[in-house]
């Protein structure tokens, strides 16, 4: 008998548009001979299925249960592709905890820890042969924390509102005069921003995540941008940057990498699939942590797709080994 699966989107924030995008890649490419798939869109007091008709279904709040054409609808399991609030910050995985459904993204603790970049880096900063940017944790715009970061940092400077996906709100600082409207930026998306030193060298993200019991990295993916950064433009408009999959690395490298990615999955207690940001610093390659991201974009060019192909695996036999792990 088939499973049945509501598949998460939406958003309460800037990124539900990509979050759409990729639940539409998600809905045609499961499998449906093993899973019934319904796509539950949640915005702000607004939970609901859209029927062939078009017209909205309320979720029912209290078991998270849908009712079609006189039939009430219970989920076996939830697959969470909104990326950024609620689903991946841990409020919607609290939420199912409570209710007993269970989804294929990190618990409610790790989605909440990952979201804070600042506090991530300070979990997983003890790693062996992982390195970590010098950085400040702002929560205050005020010319007290302006002048600290010109005191203890050295620019250039990458600015980011600390709970923030999709590289919205984030700048890079060559001189001290552009502190100032960087942080306002920064601030305007979040009450947390991350001041960090910049590291020069190569740009990679690579995926990770558990199936069939194991943990297994995939090809690392190089970014070249012809951005200044990975910013929102570099990652959504198409000619911007190129992705390089498998990235250009060196046999020592490429072990030493496949060494720290399941050591960070592990040490932040991830579930599912979640998308690793690192630099190799240029003159040294060390692997520089970046970010974590625990709801990766899953739409036709995303990194993660990209990766899972590089393997010779299908991106529906990838789907369908997340979805049986939550089980």
């Not at 890649?25 to 008709?53: A, C, H, M, Q």
């Not at 990498?257 to 399941?262: K, L, W």
Request: proline share 3%; net charge negative.
């Amino acid at each position: 008998m088939k499973k049945k699966i509501a598949l998460v989107t939406g958003g309460f924030t800037g990124e539900s548009v990509i979050s759409l995008k990729s639940a539409a890649v998600v809905e045609k490419t499961i499998d449906r001979d093993l899973y019934d798939i319904y796509k539950i869109l949640i915005y702000p007091g607004d939970w609901y299925f859209l029927n062939e008709s078009g017209i909205k279904i309320p979720v029912n709040l209290n078991d998270f249960s849908i009712e079609l054409e006189g039939q009430k609808i219970i989920f076996d399991g939830v697959f969470n592709i909104l990326h950024g609030s609620p689903g991946e910050d841990g409020k919607l995985a609290g939420y199912f905890d409570m209710i007993g459904i269970p989804y294929t993204t990190c618990d409610q603790l790790t989605s909440a820890i990952t979201m804070n970049k600042g506090y991530t880096k300070a979990i997983v900063d003890d790693i062996e042969e992982l390195y970590i940017a010098k950085s400040l944790q702002l929560f205050e715009n005020s010319s007290e924390n302006r002048e600290k970061v010109a005191n203890e940092l050295t620019l250039p400077l990458f600015i980011k509102p600390n709970n923030g996906g999709s590289s919205i709100g984030m700048s890079k600082v060559k001189t001290w005069e552009e502190l100032p409207e960087a942080l306002e930026k920064a601030f305007a998306e979040d009450k947390q921003v991350l001041v960090e030193e910049f590291v020069s060298g190569r740009e990679f993200s690579i995926g990770c995540f558990k199936g069939k019991g194991n943990i297994q990295v995939l090809p690392a993916t190089e970014i070249v941008s012809s951005k200044e950064f990975f910013d929102y433009e570099a990652k959504y408009v198409a000619g911007v940057t190129e992705e390089i999959t498998p990235g250009r690395m060196n046999e020592e490298e490429v072990d030493r990498v496949n060494r720290i990615i399941p050591k960070i999955y592990e040490k932040l207690n991830c579930k599912g699939a979640v998308r690793i940001d690192y630099f190799l610093q240029k003159e040294s390659g060390k692997f520089y942590f970046i970010e974590i991201n625990t709801v990766p974009g899953q739409t036709e060019t995303s990194l993660i797709s990209q990766q899972v192909r590089a393997i010779g695996m299908e991106v529906k036999d990838f789907y369908t080994q997340i979805i049986e792990e939550m089980f």
